[in-house]
């Protein structure tokens, strides 16, 4: 039902910053609640980052808190995760995901669309 898209993965160096997005499609965008995960190699996929469709508030997971920002452009049907202060554990790939309407907690299973996916590695 929803379409997602991410962009912006690349390689870059520790203490750095990069931008991803997602642009989402074949939903109307300002009714979606949108998230970010992440996984690492040989290990379980991780939630990273939320925002309902209202904007009002934010989640994020305790590792990236005062790091990374998400934020929406409705207009834009995109969602954005801006990563700053990048660590080498902060290596992964990372997810979109989209649900439509609220959430009673950030686990995987409670979003029913998922993009392909964009790598991140923070080297030393």
């Known amino acids: 039902q929803v379409q997602l898209v991410e962009s912006g993965g690349g390689l870059v160096q520790a203490g750095g910053s990069l931008r991803l997005s997602c642009a989402a499609s074949?939903?109307?965008?300002?009714?979606?609640?949108m998230a970010w995960f992440r996984q690492a190699p040989g290990k379980a996929r991780e939630f990273v980052a939320a925002i309902p469709w209202n904007s009002v508030n934010t989640n994020y997971a305790d590792s990236v808190k005062g790091r990374f920002s998400i934020s929406r452009d409705n207009a834009k049907n995109t969602v954005y995760l801006q990563m700053n202060s990048l660590k080498p554990e902060d290596t992964a790939d990372y997810y979109c995901?989209?649900?439509?309407?609220?959430?009673?907690?950030?686990?995987?299973?409670?979003?029913?669309?998922w993009g392909q996916g964009t790598h991140v590695t923070v080297s030393s």
């Open positions: 995901a989209a649900r439509v309407g609220g959430v009673n907690y950030y686990g995987e299973a409670v979003f029913g669309s």
């Open positions: 074949g939903r109307t965008f300002s009714s979606l609640t």
